[in-house]
């Protein structure tokens, strides 16, 4: 439980966020549990800075939390005690704010993207002279949290920046990354598999007659819905050699608008057979149409397992 707490403290932007998890979380906890916690939450409050006022209706706030054994008075000695502490250990040494210390050091912010819609953008810090790098998705959004980053990866105490409202700071980091910015992008396994799945169907034959298609193991032709019904054998096959599900790939081509957002896949009635087939647009693909009256030809090569 401690450990749950401490992490959701960890993931909170504000010392408000911060609080309001202790006053859900904390009545039910043991008393170790709350000598552990209380304290991370009176730490990050020195770490901001705040003014007395805050910080006295902050301890009075953690107090007044249902069953919390710290009184306003002993929080008040503790966070003094802690006040100290950090004044102690940074002695003389001056922190740089947040926002000097990324001017000063940052070379490059790598935007990294990929073809695939389901995964979020990175940005890859790039540290002038080091090897080691900043890798975020949303946390540079949070100065606190971009802090701590800083600390956990190059050992460096910065102080709060110029900018220190959310809004202020989210305009400011995204004009700092625009400024340092490459883009890279890679392709996705769903990508990929959309593209292979184009590749089998383009230039393969697609019959009119579905019963004729389903027998010979071909994809067929509606020409009524001018789509494409292709056998589910062949989505899972194409998936299972990109390590993705056919679900993934319903859903990317959902977003895509490659298909319909009721989905693709179907049940179809194929003599006394109801086998499932995708349909997609003819658009998707250049098959070879193939009509009943183009049937006059060599067939033998329909005939394997792996057809289609």
């Not at 298609?213 to 062949?234: C, F, G, K, M, W």
């Not at 679900?247 to 895509?256: N, R």
Request: contains cysteine; aromatic residues 8%.
């Amino acid at each position: 439980m401690k450990g749950e707490i401490l992490e959701k403290i960890e993931n909170c932007e504000s010392i408000d966020e911060k609080i309001t998890v202790c006053r859900k979380q904390l009545p039910d906890a043991e008393p170790p549990v709350q000598n552990e916690v209380i304290p991370v939450v009176l730490k990050d409050i020195v770490h901001e800075e705040v003014g007395d006022v805050f910080v006295g209706a902050h301890l009075g706030a953690i107090a007044d939390i249902s069953g919390v054994n710290f009184t306003k008075t002993s929080l008040k000695k503790l966070y003094k005690q802690y006040k100290e502490e950090e004044v102690d250990s940074l002695g003389t040494e001056q922190k740089i704010p947040l926002d000097k210390w990324l001017m000063d050091n940052v070379e490059k912010v790598v935007k990294k993207t990929t073809t695939d819609t389901n995964v979020d953008v990175t940005y890859i810090f790039h540290i002038q002279g080091e090897q080691k790098t900043i890798e975020t998705k949303q946390d540079h959004y949070s100065f606190t949290r971009l802090s701590k980053l800083v600390y956990k990866q190059f050992d460096a105490q910065t102080a709060d920046p110029s900018e220190k409202a959310n809004d202020a700071w989210g305009d400011w980091i995204e004009a700092f990354i625009t400024r340092h910015k490459e883009e890279e992008e890679f392709v996705g396994p769903r990508t990929q598999v959309i593209e292979e799945l184009q590749e089998r169907i383009d230039g393969s034959d697609a019959y009119t007659d579905i019963e004729l298609a389903y027998n010979r193991r071909r994809i067929h032709y509606d020409e009524e819905e001018d789509a494409y019904n292709v056998p589910s054998r062949l989505i899972t096959s194409v998936c299972e050699e990109f390590g993705i599900t056919p679900e993934a790939l319903s859903s990317e081509m959902k977003k895509k608008e490659i298909v319909a957002s009721g989905g693709c896949s179907t049940k179809k009635q194929v003599g006394d057979h109801r086998p499932r087939f995708w349909e997609i647009p003819s658009d998707f693909a250049n098959a070879n149409i193939v009509s009943e009256e183009d049937e006059e030809f060599d067939t033998s090569r329909y005939g394997g397992e792996n057809d289609v």
